[in-house]
């Protein structure tokens, strides 16, 4: 993703990534930040980092990462003060990551495709 968007910004364009606080993205893109995942997603974190460096339950690993990104996703499209300051962009072209479900909510929202 990163070498499109650095071609697309060396053409003229202005290019935005957009990521969580904790993220440190350098570029000749812009960035975007959201606020950092809340701490209330609703998944004993200890648990899950036991779960995903032993493999003894890779279902409830894919239980507590679904809990997780469904719990920033709500956070996110809560937060309309930042939403719509992302709005007020007017984007012409969204690419998303495809494992990211509220990705697909925030382009339905900014009405880009």
Same mark, same amino acid.
């Given at each position: 993703? *990163?070498?499109?968007?650095?071609?697309?910004?060396?053409?003229?364009?202005?290019?935005? +990534?957009? &990521?969580? *606080?904790?993220?440190?993205?350098?570029? #000749? +893109?812009? $960035?975007? $930040?959201?606020?950092?995942?809340?701490?209330?997603?609703?998944?004993?974190?200890?648990? +899950?980092?036991?779960?995903?460096? $032993?493999? &003894?339950?890779? *279902?409830? #690993?894919?239980?507590?990462?679904?809990?997780?990104?469904?719990?920033i996703?709500?956070?996110? #499209?809560?937060?309309?003060d930042?939403?719509?300051?992302?709005?007020?962009?007017?984007?012409?072209? #969204?690419?998303?990551?495809?494992?990211?479900?509220?990705?697909?909510?925030?382009?339905?929202?900014?009405?880009?495709?």
């Open positions: 993703m *990163e070498k499109i968007a650095n071609r697309l910004a060396e053409d003229g364009h202005d290019v935005y +990534f957009m &990521l969580g *606080e904790e993220f440190n993205c350098k570029g #000749v +893109f812009k $960035t975007i $930040t959201y606020p950092a995942v809340p701490d209330d997603m609703g998944i004993d974190m200890q648990q +899950f980092k036991k779960d995903l460096t $032993t493999g &003894l339950s890779m *279902e409830r #690993v894919y239980y507590s990462t679904t809990k997780a990104f469904s719990s996703c709500e956070k996110l #499209v809560a937060n309309h930042f939403l719509q300051s992302v709005k007020r962009k007017n984007f012409d072209l #969204v690419f998303i990551d495809m494992n990211d479900a509220c990705a697909y909510l925030l382009v339905e929202y900014l009405g880009t495709r």
